[in-house]
């Protein structure tokens, strides 16, 4: 399970580290793809793997569709050196509007990947944790 919060960089060449407390769980290899809200998604190949196929089995709407082409065109292999650096294609970074301070946020099954500030903007409107845990209480989820 993906948990914990873990500040890195970018360099130049699109490349920055995989945090060590990641590196076990996400393996020799992993898909980063776009991620929903302004992220990336770092998958492990299982869990990659579990998600296409989920994918797979969403009907055949236009919305559909073009949620499959999003996560599958956008989706890349990447395989840390020896060092724990990895590539982000200048695509992604795009997409995410990485500069150079990133967060690695652990989300259960998956790491999102942030530019630092859309990263603070978007948990700086969880100063309410109690209207979030009446929202999650619909949902069965009690604290």
């Known amino acids: 399970m993906f948990k914990g919060r873990y500040n890195h960089t970018l360099d130049a060449k699109n490349r920055t580290v995989v945090p060590v407390k990641l590196r076990d769980e996400l393996g020799a290899s992993f898909v980063v793809t776009v991620g929903l809200e302004g992220c990336l998604y770092i998958y492990p190949n299982g869990e990659w793997e579990k998600f296409a196929e989920e994918l797979q089995k969403l009907p055949g709407t236009k919305e559909a569709r073009e949620l499959r082409r999003s996560f599958m065109s956008n989706a890349c292999d990447c395989e840390p050196d020896a060092q724990g650096r990895f590539l982000i294609p200048a695509e992604l970074c795009e997409k995410a509007h990485l500069k150079k301070d990133l967060v690695f946020s652990g989300n259960i099954n998956k790491v999102e990947l942030w ?19 009446d929202k999650l209480a619909e949902y069965g989820i009690s604290f």
């Open 115 to 133: 530019d630092k500030e859309a990263f603070e903007n978007s948990i700086s409107g969880l100063d309410n944790m109690e209207a979030l845990a």
